[in-house]
Structures are given as structure tokens and as C-alpha cells.
């Protein structure tokens, strides 16, 4: 022990005499902590230099000469002059090693010295802290019996002692090793007070960052530092930028309150100062009125008259102090909102997220105080006067002749204005341009017909005190003719002019087993529920997605004047579809909607087309026949009916490109599946004209035999294998007709013809089975043709 003891304290007496400037100041040691062991301070062990504490040669050679230990200090000192002069990195170099030896993960342990529990964490792992390299405290044995290191891995940044080992040198190693730990942490008191300064110069540089979470609880933002160790730790906090958005979104809810509050008072304050007005017009007038009937009898009525008078302009003075006071009271609380609503703007736009969020906190609790207090909007006063007897005695018959109010004059009937007007109901208004007092209006009306017999129609009789009515429960698209009187207590107006209003019309029907569509359009059609005709239609779609509901419309189709149209749309999509029919009353509203699918070709089969024993069933694609004994028999046959082949067309297909769908048959029936036009003979079968092209399966007492018919002809094919499912592409640009076996994916046959118009898929039976159709497919990869 005292040649390793002497060993190290020379090692330490040469580096300290060349003045190794680089290094940390080594400590002391005292008498009591020598026994072969050094300690250095805890900032060398992050950095180069810690790789000349230790001598180039193994330990064990305690017999090293005083050159040699000179001679590997100054080695020392100049590879750590070389390290400053190239810029070494010391910060990044113990980044490194923590990263390398795990120290971040002891990072929430650490934390927890700070709350006083230095001791105890230490003592529950002194062993952990002595093993992982470039830790707060390291330990070097300057003699012989130091332990090699082990992970040959991590000697990248380390540097490994060589040297041979002995017996001796293993039996010694535990020993070294003990002792090596009970000074380690000895030295407790060195290592905890520079792990003290480190972590307190860490937090005062956290204390100086901003708040970055938001307390719900204090309605503050804080440091997330305090929500771990301050007062806040117990309290619900939650990210500060998530805690602006949810402040912004309810000031933002509060705006909106606040916004139609002061449109409401708005309205309110403009609706007071016409009421305003009104009392000054009706005051004129009355003081006009009395002025014009009391100069006949003025002698007479003289004291009467200022007793009115002056009765009357106490009235109208009450009156307009109400109202006033009203008004005073709306422009004050008007004022208030928009005060509230500049601050909050100037509260919106702060950039500061701490500030903003101070200021946000009492800004909610105003605006929530503010708008919890009710706002009279009733009017104080009404503009209308008392009635007012002039009865005198003395004067009597005098006093009968006199009309005090004169009968007003004919009201103006406002035209019908847009969007006033429902399926049901009408908005009609009207002025009176006088100076005429009245009571209330009467306004007449009754529909507009067409025929010679139109003043029969029942007239209708409504009394209001407004110049406008909301006529309710009245016919869909149907034009009614309006006019209005005034009425006093002198008499009734002459009627006004007349003005012709008309409803909106009916929501119309869209026929969903007439819609076809492909991949890229669909035709939809539908009918009016109107006896009069409508001005246009419009068709509105909705695409449909996982995150919609199909509810937003995307796009709308409009001026469409008959009951059809031709929508392009993408392929692979589904929509719903809505339209409303329009007339100068304005629109209807929406019909029930459908749904769309781009997938493929779909299509409807024609009844009116199909033969007397052909029946389809309810899901509306599949056909059967019963009975074949007499197909041309003497069942009812509309004009467009097949009479003689058993079949049936189905809708056109008015799209350009390729179209595809398939039928299931059976293997035991007699069938023909192809397209034709729509002038086809219904007299004949198909196949046989040069109007259609069909293929067609005969079952013959040695075989099944296919055939693929146009005017008759047929090529001599044979199909080996019968088809259950048979895939028909029609390619309108390439002009072909294409047959598959769609379960095994082989290609039958093509017609090559050159379409000169569009074409209906055709279906048709020869013996009694079924046929069932399958439309909307996508076109199959393997129906591609060379």
C-alpha cells in the first residue's frame, strides 16, 4: 500500500509542478483519505482530460522512474494543449458519454435530491453510481491492482489501461475494489455539493424560461417546473397552447353572442327611433286634425279645445320621455357592447400567450357577467294615442258634424319580393303614402284562375294593424291575387291596386328506378307534384365520404328546364343527390334524396317493354318465365311490349365509354342476353335483326350450344365450358360488344359493330327458369382486349 500510495502522490506532485492548466484543480488529500487512492473533482470526468489522469503504463509498475512519470505529464499536457487549440468540444463530449452510459434515464432520480432526499437515493444505489463510467464520481487506483475495463465497446471514449495480469493482481482486485468504494463515498460531501451547484444553476436557468403549461385550477400560466415541485402540483394543468386555443374558441363564442346582441339592439334602437317618428307624425296630425275642426267653432269650444290640447300634449310628452329614456338606456348599453367588443378584439390579436391569457380569464368573466343581464327590448309606450270623445252638450249637433279624423286613403301594394314566399305561405306588404291615421288594414285575396268563372273564387278577409302579412296554408305553385284598404273611425280606404303573388311549388319526385349512371355521370330523373309548370329546376349533390355525412352541399346544378339531367361526376364515389324546383315565388324545398354510386354501370329494366309471361321480381333485376305453351297468347300487351320473343329491354345507356355487367344463369335454360336499339322489332327475336346482338344458349340433346347472333349470322364457336355468370362489356368508343365467362375469366366472344346510336341492355328467356342481372360492377382487369 505505501508504494502505490507514494506512486500516485508522485504522479500528482509532476503534474501539478509543469502547471497543467487544462486540468481541474486536483484536491487535496488529507492523511485520514490516503491508501492508494485518488480523487479528482467530478468536472473532469465529462471531458478529454480525463484521459491524462491516468499514467500511459499499467499501474503495477510501482518501480517507474521519476523520468517516466515527467516525461508521460508533459505528454499530458501537450495532447491537452493540442485538444484546446483544435477546438474541442466539452459540452458535446459529456452529451455523448451520458447518452453512452445511460445518465439520462437517472435524470427523474436525480430530481428528486432537490426535495432533500440526497442521502437516500444514494444509499439505495451507491453500487450503480460506482459502475457506470464518466458518473459524478469516479475513482482511479493509482496501483496494480486496479480493475481492467470490461466492455472492450465502450473504450471509444475511454482509454484502456494495457498490461499483463497475475494472480496476485486478481486475488487483490475485490479488495481494491471495496476499498475503493467505502472512499468514494467518503467523499460524499465533495461530489453532492458540486451535484448541488450544477442542478441549482440549472434550475434558476429554468426559472428565468417562460410559461409553458396553463393551471386550470389557479387560471394562470405557470412553468411545468412548478407543476412538479411548486404549488401548483396538486392542481389540473394542461398545455398552454391547447389552453389559448380553448380561451380563444369560447371568447370567440362569446363574440358571437355579443354580436348578435348588438345586431339585436341594433334593430331594436333603429326600430325605437322610427317609433320615435311615428309619435311626432301622429302628434301632427291629431294637432292638425283639431286645429282644422275646432276653427268652426271656435268661440264655443275655445276652453275645450286647450283642455284637449293640452291633455294631448302631456300624453305625447309622457310618451316621448318613456321612449327617450329608452333610447338613452339601448345607446348605453349598445355602447357597452361595443366597447367590450374592441377590447376583446385587441385581447384577440395579442401575441403573447402568458399575457394573453391573464387578460383572457377576466375578459370571459366580464363578457359571461355582461350578457347574463337581461336587455328590455318591449317597447315602453305605445305610439298610439288615447281616444279622445269630443262630446259637448252645448254644442251638440255642432259637435256631430265635425270628423274629427278624415278616411285615409288607398294603401300601396308592395310586388312580391324574392324568397318571400314557401310551398305554403306568402309574405305581401304594402305602404300608405299619406298623412292619414289609421287603425288597421284589411287585406283581401284570392287564387288566380284561369277560367271565365274566376270572380267565383272564395275570397279571404284578414285584419292587421302592420303594413305586411305572412298568408299561411295556401296551395303549392299557384298565383293569388292580393289587394289592401285602410280603416278609421271615419270609414274604410278604397282598395289599392291589385298585385298577383305566387307560392313556391312542390318538392319534386325523383323517379329512382329511371337513374342511371356509370363511372364518370349519371341521368337523373324525376316529376312535378305541381299542376301549374315551374320556371326551372336545380339539382344539388352531396358527396359522401367517412368523415361526412353528406349533408354540405358541393356542388348545385341550376336552370335545368325539364325533368332530366345529365350530371358528370367522378368515378369510385358515392353522392347524394337532392332537387328543388324553382318559380318566381322562389324555391321548393328538397326532395327526398338518393344515393349515387360511381362504381360501375347501373340500370333499370323497362316494364313497359316486357313480353306478357315475363314477370319481375321484387328486387327489380330479376326476370322469370313459367310457362312457355302458348308464348304468343292473348294477354294484354302494351304498345311497346315484345309479343313474340319472351324478353324484356332494359333502360338506355346515354353515356360514351365502356359500360359492364353480368347475369347469372342456369345451366338447364334457354336464354339471350345482348343489347339493342331502341327500335328494335318487338314482333321478332333478338339476334335476328341488325337492330340488336345477343348471344344465345340452346340446349341440344348432345350438347349446350352457344351462339352469337347480329341479323341472324352466327359464328361456329363452342364453348367447352358452361358459363354461370356472364360479363358483357359494351365499348361505344372502340365500337365492340365483348361476352365473358366471368368465373373463370374467358373471353367468349366480340361483336365488332359500329353503334350509330345508343344501345339497351336486352335480356330474354326461351324455356321457363330465371335470369338475375347485376349492375353498378367495376370493369374487371382481366376484360381487357388487345
Not at 314482333?683 to 335476328?688: E, I, N, P, V
Request: charged share 25%.
Amino acid at each position: 500500500m505505501s508504494s502505490r500510495s507514494g506512486s500516485a502522490r508522485d504522479y500528482e506532485t509532476r503534474d501539478q509542478s509543469h502547471g497543467r492548466s487544462a486540468s481541474p484543480p486536483v484536491p487535496e488529500l488529507s492523511e485520514t483519505e490516503t491508501g492508494g487512492l485518488i480523487f479528482y473533482h467530478m468536472d473532469l470526468y465529462g471531458s478529454k482530460e480525463r484521459f491524462d489522469i491516468f499514467p500511459e503504463e499499467p499501474s503495477g509498475q510501482g518501480d517507474r522512474s521519476l523520468g517516466d512519470t515527467r516525461r508521460e505529464s508533459t505528454l499530458s499536457s501537450e495532447k491537452v494543449q493540442r485538444s484546446q487549440e483544435a477546438g474541442y468540444d466539452l459540452e458535446k463530449e459529456v452529451a455523448e458519454l451520458a447518452k453512452m452510459y445511460g445518465l439520462d434515464e437517472d435524470r427523474e432520480k436525480e430530481l428528486e435530491l432537490l426535495g432533500g432526499h440526497l442521502e437516500a437515493a444514494e444509499s439505495r444505489r451507491p453500487r450503480a453510481r460506482t459502475e457506470k463510467a464518466g458518473s459524478q464520481v469516479s475513482i482511479h487506483n493509482a496501483s496494480k491492482s486496479s480493475s481492467p475495463v470490461k466492455d472492450q465497446s465502450q473504450s471509444t471514449k475511454q482509454q484502456v489501461l494495457p498490461g499483463e495480469a497475475s494472480q496476485d493482481e486478481d486475488q487483490s482486485k475485490g479488495r481494491a475494489e471495496d476499498e475503493a468504494e467505502s472512499h468514494t463515498w467518503s467523499r460524499e460531501g465533495l461530489s453532492s455539493g458540486s451535484i448541488l451547484d450544477e442542478w441549482g444553476s440549472q434550475a434558476a436557468s429554468e426559472e428565468e424560461e417562460g410559461a409553458d403549461v396553463f393551471c386550470s385550477t389557479c387560471k394562470i400560466p405557470i412553468r411545468a417546473f412548478d407543476k412538479l415541485f411548486g404549488e401548483h402540483k396538486d392542481h389540473e394543468v394542461s398545455q398552454l397552447p391547447s389552453a389559448v386555443e380553448s380561451e380563444k374558441e369560447e371568447i370567440h363564442k362569446n363574440m358571437c353572442k355579443l354580436e348578435e346582441q348588438i345586431a339585436q339592439m341594433e334593430n331594436f334602437a333603429s326600430h325605437l327611433e322610427e317609433i320615435f317618428i311615428t309619435v311626432e307624425e301622429n302628434f301632427g296630425r291629431q294637432e292638425q286634425n283639431f286645429e282644422v275642426h275646432y276653427n268652426d267653432a271656435v268661440q264655443v269650444l275655445a276652453q275645450k279645445y286647450e283642455e284637449q290640447l293640452e291633455a294631448l300634449g302631456e300624453e305625447k310628452r309622457q310618451k316621448l320621455e318613456a321612449l327617450y329614456g329608452q333610447l338613452v338606456s339601448c345607446g348605453e348599453h349598445l355602447d357597452t357592447c361595443k366597447e367590450l367588443t374592441d377590447a376583446t378584439q385587441e385581447l384577440y390579436l395579442e401575441n403573447d400567450k402568458a399575457t394573453f391569457m391573464k387578460a383572457a380569464v377576466t375578459m370571459v368573466d366580464r363578457l359571461e357577467e355582461f350578457l347574463k343581464k337581461e336587455v328590455d327590448l318591449e317597447l315602453s309606450t305605445l305610439p298610439e294615442f288615447e281616444e279622445r270623445v269630443i262630446d259637448f252638450s252645448e254644442v251638440e249637433q255642432l259637435m256631430n258634424s265635425i270628423n274629427t279624423i278624415p278616411a285615409p286613403c288607398a294603401p300601396v301594394i308592395n310586388p312580391q319580393a324574392p324568397n318571400a314566399a314557401t310551398g305554403t305561405s306568402l309574405r305581401v306588404c304594402w305602404g300608405l303614402f299619406s298623412d292619414d291615421t289609421v287603425q288597421c288594414y284589411q287585406l283581401c285575396y284570392k287564387p288566380v284562375s284561369n277560367e271565365r268563372r274566376s270572380d267565383e273564387q272564395a275570397e279571404h278577409t284578414l285584419q292587421v294593424k302592420e303594413t305586411y302579412c305572412t298568408i299561411t296554408n295556401l296551395l303549392p305553385n299557384t298565383q293569388y291575387e292580393f289587394w289592401v284598404s285602410a280603416l278609421n273611425a271615419s270609414g274604410i280606404s278604397p282598395p289599392s291596386e291589385r298585385a298577383v303573388y305566387v307560392t313556391a311549388p312542390s318538392p319534386p319526385i325523383i323517379k329512382s328506378k329511371k337513374i342511371r349512371s356509370c363511372e364518370n355521370a349519371a341521368l337523373v330523373c324525376w316529376e312535378s307534384r305541381d299542376i301549374n309548370p315551374v320556371d326551372s329546376y336545380m339539382v344539388e349533390l352531396s358527396k359522401l365520404t367517412d368523415e361526412e355525412n353528406g349533408d354540405v352541399i358541393t356542388e348545385s346544378i341550376v336552370g335545368i328546364p325539364n325533368c332530366e339531367v345529365l350530371i358528370h361526376l367522378q368515378p369510385t364515389q358515392s353522392y347524394r343527390i337532392c332537387v328543388r324546383a324553382l318559380n318566381l315565388g322562389g324555391s321548393s324545398e328538397r326532395s327526398e334524396p338518393v344515393l349515387i354510386h360511381t362504381t360501375g354501370t347501373y340500370f333499370c329494366l323497362n316494364e313497359d317493354t316486357a313480353h306478357p309471361l315475363l314477370a319481375i321480381l321484387d328486387d327489380g333485376f330479376t326476370i322469370a318465365c313459367d310457362q312457355l305453351e302458348n308464348p304468343e297468347c292473348d294477354l294484354p300487351v302494351y304498345d311497346n311490349s315484345f309479343t313474340r320473343c319472351i324478353g324484356i329491354l332494359g333502360s338506355l345507356i346515354p353515356f360514351p365509354g365502356k359500360h359492364y355487367w353480368e347475369v347469372e344463369v342456369e345451366e338447364d335454360t334457354e336464354y339471350r342476353i345482348g343489347v339493342a336499339f331502341e327500335n328494335t322489332p318487338r314482333h321478332g327475336y333478338l339476334g335476328a335483326n341488325n337492330s340488336s346482338w345477343c348471344m344465345r344458349h340452346i340446349i341440344t340433346p348432345s350438347r349446350h350450344k352457344y351462339e352469337f347472333l347480329h341479323s341472324g349470322m352466327t359464328p361456329d364457336i363452342r364453348i367447352t365450358v358452361p358459363p354461370r355468370r356472364i360479363g358483357i362489356l359494351l365499348d361505344y368508343e372502340n365500337c365492340r360488344l365483348s361476352l365473358f365467362n366471368a368465373d373463370i375469366a374467358q373471353h367468349l366472344y366480340t361483336f365488332n359493330s359500329h353503334f350509330q346510336q345508343y344501345v339497351h341492355p336486352c335480356f330474354a328467356l326461351e324455356t321457363p327458369g330465371i335470369l338475375r342481372i347485376h349492375s353498378g360492377i367495376a370493369i374487371p382487369p382481366w376484360t381487357a382486349l388487345p
